[in-house]
Structure formats: structure tokens, C-alpha cells
T-cell receptor, first 113, second 113 residues
Framework: EAGVTQFPSHSVIEKGQTVTLRCDPI?????LYWYRRVMGKEIKFLLH????????ESGMPNNRFLAERTGGTYSTLKVQPAELEDSGVYFC???????????FGEGSRLTVL | AQSVTQLDSQVPVFEEAPVELRCNYS??????LFWYVQYPNQGLQLLLK??????LVKGINGFEAEFNKSQTSFHLRKPSVHISDTAEYFC???????????FGGGTRLMVKP
């Protein structure tokens, strides 16, 4: 069974550009989460999807971030326009049940220059 | 509000020595507790979890943790570490009605030969 996959593994962009991160959860997992770790800080929750619906987006930093989960399958996280402080590792996780075990992807490292 | 504190950002230890990675938390509600491990270039992997029952929890790779409610702690231990245990370890909590993990800052375990 394939795990959670994220693409790209590393992205380097300039301030003001746009980047889209993708997450493919484990098949059949209705719950999909995005987390972020800024350098030297804790891993922080960004948002939670149940199928295609945003259940909780309280952790989204600002309106430069847009997450979607079309058809309740894969999810994208777009940052537009990117700022220096957006640099970090973006983790995606999925679970079958609401409080079930979370399976994490390897993360997408974003560097904004 | 919830918070998790991992007091040690780095723990160097010699191979075959015992190790304890400390985790304290704060929460106004009952929580579930987790330890995750991130090996180099990999995603977060669940090491062990406490949901209820026995306060001593055994996980993978010989790790165990003890939930201490009075001290709001969930320290991770291993009696004898291996080089392959070199990784970053994250303590996390989940409110019993919540949907998001709150992570500590991580502890980098460095096992030396």
C-alpha cells in the first residue's frame, strides 16, 4: 500500500512567485491534514479536510495560502505570492478516522529567496 | 490552549547507553499523547501513543514512554540506543475532542559510536 506522497520534495522560488504543493493521501483516507515547520520552530497545524470539505482552516497564516482538495482525493496548497517567512517544510498527513493514526508524507521543503 | 515543551533540542549519547527524551504538556482538556520520529529524508513515523489504560506504553524499536498525569509529562525512554536511532523525535498531543496535533519543538537524538 502506497503511503502519503508529496510533491515536490524541494522547491526554491523567489519572493513574489507562486508555488503549488501537492499531497496524495493514502487511498481511502477521508481525513487530510497540512502542517508546516518553519526553521527552528514547532510543527504547526494549517488545516484539515474531511473528504473535499475544509473542516478546520484555523491554522492558515493568511490569505496568501489556498488549499483545495478536489473530489476528496489529492490536495494542493498554493502560496501566492510567496514571502520569505513562508520558507519551511510543509507536511501532509492522512487518516482513516478523525482521531485515528496519522500517516505523514516526507514533506515538501519550500525555500523563498 | 494547548502546548508541548521538549526541553532538550539536542541529546548526544553513546551507543548502547540509555536515553530519556523529555516532554511536558499543558492542556485544559484531556489529551491523547504521541511520540513521532523523523529519520533523515523521511516523513514522520508514529513511535508510540497513549490513549488510555496503562500509563506505560511500549512502541516500536524498543522505545517506551510513561504518561504521568500529575506532572503532565510523557517522557520517552530506551534502555540501550543504536546508531540507527539517530533521528529527530517529536512529542505531540491531541485534545480528546480535537482534530489537530500540537507538537513540541523536537529533540535531535545523536547516537555516537
Amino acid at each position: 500500500e502506497a503511503g502519503v506522497t508529496q510533491f515536490p520534495s524541494h522547491s526554491v522560488i523567489e519572493k513574489g512567485q507562486t508555488v503549488t504543493l501537492r499531497c496524495d493521501p493514502i487511498s481511502g483516507h477521508d481525513n487530510l491534514y497540512w502542517y508546516r515547520r518553519v526553521m527552528g520552530k514547532e510543527i504547526k497545524f494549517l488545516l484539515h479536510f474531511v473528504k473535499e470539505s475544509k473542516q478546520d482552516e484555523s491554522g492558515m497564516p493568511n490569505n496568501r495560502f489556498l488549499a483545495e482538495r478536489t473530489g476528496g482525493t489529492y490536495s494542493t496548497l498554493k502560496v501566492q505570492p510567496a514571502e520569505l517567512e513562508d520558507s519551511g517544510v510543509y507536511f501532509c498527513a492522512s487518516s482513516q478516522e478523525l482521531q485515528g493514526e496519522l500517516f505523514f508524507g516526507e514533506g515538501s521543503r519550500l525555500t523563498v529567496l | 490552549a494547548q502546548s508541548v515543551t521538549q526541553l532538550d533540542s539536542q541529546v548526544p549519547v553513546f551507543e548502547e547507553a540509555p536515553v530519556e527524551l523529555r516532554c511536558n504538556y499543558s492542556s485544559s482538556v484531556s489529551v491523547y499523547l504521541f511520540w513521532y520520529v523523523q529519520y533523515p529524508n523521511q516523513g514522520l513515523q508514529l513511535l508510540l501513543k497513549y490513549l488510555s489504560g496503562s500509563t506505560l506504553v511500549k512502541g516500536i524499536n524498543g522505545f517506551e514512554a510513561e504518561f504521568n498525569k500529575s506532572q503532565t509529562s510523557f517522557h520517552l525512554r530506551k534502555p540501550s540506543v543504536h546508531i540507527s536511532d539517530t533521528a529527530e523525535y517529536f512529542c505531540a498531543i491531541l485534545g480528546n475532542a480535537g482534530n489537530m496535533l500540537t507538537f513540541g519543538g523536537g529533540t535531535r537524538l545523536m547516537v555516537k559510536p
